[in-house]
């Protein structure tokens, strides 16, 4: 905010960066899951045609709650007062 980022814009930066840490973890763990299909079929039964919504929903879930999380520590970055951040530097 001292070198002129708006509130706004520290928020957005700060968002955007998680959505795409939470998105390719999100991604990495589907991708991880279809390999490891068989050895998790040992223990619990998926059948991908039915359950494939099911994991969709966890996935979108995930990514609400993530961003959810989020946001406290993004607007409490954005509310810093730009001197007092100079300060503590």
């Not at 991604?27 to 390999?35: C, D």
């Not at 990514?63 to 810093?80: D, E, F, Q, T, W």
């Amino acid at each position: 905010m001292a070198l002129g980022a708006t509130r706004q814009g520290i928020l957005t930066m700060v968002l955007k960066r998680v959505t795409w840490m939470l998105g390719a973890g999100v991604l990495a763990g589907l991708a991880l899951t279809l390999i490891a299909r068989k050895l998790i079929g040992v223990v619990i039964y998926i059948d991908l045609q039915k359950d494939a919504g099911a994991f969709f929903s966890l996935a979108l879930l995930l990514v609400a709650a993530g961003l959810i999380a989020a946001l406290i520590p993004a607007r409490r970055a954005a509310s810093v007062e730009p001197m007092q951040a100079l300060r503590s530097e």
